[in-house]
């Protein structure tokens, strides 16, 4: 079957030179569509009811564009040319897929917290957390990070690569524009509750299978880089439930079980306290050590991943002749 060869490679390409900046990116069309409806639909003076209908209006229309331009595109150009065709895909696929970008940010708050000052960590850990990072202590920023790191394991590697597989790449795009939806308009504050709910169930609706096939690869990763898998495994069937989504608990309580931390606690947003269930236990203290350990973790599992890809590739290439 094609579609493991295009998500290896696609893998691949993404670890190598993640997303350039001098080529469009989709998730960037996405958000602009999104920030569009958003004005124009997502107004004060709507009720929560008439929210609710724009928000659905909102994702549908997302989505459908989402998967039937590139599969109406990539349909003409499989016509044409099978060669360029494969190689589209390959990009497009790519771009669903941040590996690279996942790793980049936790080594770039790691180095800061290595060499720099206080305040250059807090900058730099504020550009991939929502919390207020003003007053984190050293240990703070590391709980963050690797909280980071965890719980963006299947949104950023393994639902892309799954929704390629089953789907190709026109479901792997449209898994990114709900990804991206949620992410945008998926919260619950006032001005988001009513609209953003539909984004949001649909997010947590598709990342849900691929949420239970991450507890399969990280017992295996986790045995690999020498951490603690049955520990893993007994934490996250203790815990995963306690985070507010039912995906995000599933590699944050594995993360925490297998470097034997306690991720979770006090968070403040926009100056408001905010309590998340912990989840672990604190066997190791948080420290750059265990962000270091984190960052293996998420490596190693993309290169697991590939190794797997091939392996069905090859299979079914062999299963087909």
């Known amino acids: 079957m094609i579609n493991f060869g295009i998500a290896a490679v696609a893998l691949m390409l993404d670890r190598l030179i993640g997303d350039p900046r001098v080529i469009p990116h989709p998730v960037i069309l996405f958000g602009k569509w999104i920030a569009l409806l958003d004005r124009h639909l997502n107004r004060s003076t709507f009720g929560p009811l008439r929210k609710r209908i724009y928000g659905v209006v909102l994702t549908v229309t997302t989505l459908f564009l989402a998967y039937f331009i590139p599969w109406l595109g990539l349909g003409w150009l499989h016509r044409h040319n099978e ?17 690279k970008g996942l790793m980049d940010a936790g080594r770039a708050v790691l180095v800061q917290l290595q060499v720099g000052g206080i305040e250059a960590v807090r900058s730099e850990v504020g550009k991939i957390v929502g919390r207020d990072t003003q007053h984190l202590s050293e240990e703070e920023v590391a709980r963050a990070t690797v909280e980071t790191l965890a719980e963006n394991i299947v949104d950023a590697i393994i639902s892309p690569v799954f929704f390629a597989c089953i789907g190709g790449t026109p479901l792997a795009l449209l898994y990114r524009a ?14 988001y509750r009513e609209f953003g709910w539909c984004s949001a169930r649909v997010d947590d609706v598709l990342n849900y299978i691929p949420a239970r096939i991450t507890i399969l690869l990280l017992v295996l990763v986790l045995w690999i880089t020498k951490q603690d898998p049955r520990r893993a495994y007994r934490t996250m069937r203790q815990d995963a439930r306690k985070h507010p989504s039912p995906n ?18 006090l968070n403040y947003y926009g100056g408001i306290p905010s ?4 989840m672990g236990e604190p066997l190791q203290p948080l420290s750059d050590r265990q962000m270091i350990r984190a960052i293996r973790v998420v490596n190693v599992l993309g290169v697991v991943l590939i190794v797997i890809l091939v392996v069905l590739f090859l299979v079914s290439e062999s299963l087909a002749y």
């Not at 060669?83 to 590996?99: E, G, H, M, P, Q």
């Not at 709900?178 to 001005?191: F, H, I, P, Q, W």
């Not at 995000?248 to 034997?260: N, R, T």
């Not at 309590?275 to 912990?278: D, E, K, P, S």
């Open 178 to 191: 709900a990804n991206t939806l949620d992410s945008m308009v998926g919260y619950k504050n006032e001005r």
């Open 83 to 99: 060669w360029l065709w494969v190689a589209v895909n390959v990009f497009l696929v790519s771009t669903t897929i941040a590996w």
């Open 248 to 265: 995000s608990g599933i590699p944050e309580s594995m993360m925490a079980g297998g470097l034997g931390v306690m991720l979770g606690g």
């Open 275 to 278: 309590f998340r269930a912990t």
